[in-house]
C-alpha cells in the first residue's frame, strides 16, 4: 500500500503532460494533503488533511478535505486525550500567476466535527478556519505547502486554535 501511494505521489514529476507554466490555470485538479502539529501550555495536536479540489478560475480553488486529529491535554499523568475527525469544504486563492514558483495563498474552510475523548465522551460540531502560506513548485505540477492557520470550534472541545502545516499538492491538467 505504500508503494501505490508513493508511486502516485511522484508519478506526477516525471510526467511530462502537464504545462509546466500553469499550475493553479482555471480547469486543473489540486489533489494533496498536509500534516500538522500544534504545542502549547495546555494541549499538544498532530493531524492530517486529504484534500481534493479544482480551480473555477485562475488562481482560485475549491474542493473538500477530511481531517484526523489527535490532541493530549495536560502536562502530568493522567494526560487526557482526544481525536476528532472534520470534512469540510475550503476556498483557496493563488496570488501569483500561474507560472510564478512560489505561490503565496490564502485559504478558508468550514465543516462539521465529531470528536471522542479517551472517556468515551463525544462531541460533534463546526469548526471554522482562515490560513495563509506559499507553494514553493517542485517540478512540473508538484509543490510543497507551508501555512499558518487559525482554527475556530463551535463546541465544548476545542474552542481555537492556531499553529502551522505542511504538505504536498499535486496539480492535474485539463
Known amino acids: 500500500m505504500r508503494f501505490v501511494l ?7 514529476l516525471a ?4 504545462d509546466a507554466t500553469a499550475l493553479t490555470s482555471k480547469g486543473n485538479l489540486l489533489i494533496g494533503g498536509s500534516a500538522s502539529l500544534t504545542v502549547s501550555e495546555y494541549f499538544t495536536s498532530y493531524g492530517v488533511s486529504p484534500r481534493v479540489g479544482v480551480f473555477l478560475a485562475d488562481g482560485v480553488a475549491v474542493g473538500a478535505r477530511v481531517s484526523a486529529t489527535r490532541a493530549t ?17 475550503f476556498v483557496s486563492y493563488y496570488f501569483a500567476s500561474p507560472e510564478a514558483s512560489v505561490q503565496p495563498f490564502v485559504s478558508a474552510a468550514a465543516g462539521a466535527f465529531h470528536a471522542r475523548s479517551d472517556g468515551s465522551e463525544t462531541s460533534t460540531g463546526y469548526t471554522a478556519e482562515a490560513a495563509a502560506g506559499a507553494m514553493l513548485r517542485l517540478g512540473p505540477n508538484v509543490g510543497l505547502t507551508g501555512e499558518a492557520y487559525y482554527l475556530h470550534g463551535f463546541n465544548d472541545f476545542i474552542e481555537h486554535q492556531g499553529g502551522l502545516r505542511g504538505g504536498i499538492a499535486v496539480f492535474l491538467g485539463r
Open 73 to 89: 491535554f495536560g502536562s502530568q499523568a493522567p494526560r487526557a486525550s482526544l481525536t476528532q475527525l472534520t470534512a469540510e469544504p
Open 15 to 18: 510526467s511530462g503532460a502537464q
Open 6 to 12: 508513493l508511486a502516485a505521489l511522484l508519478l506526477p
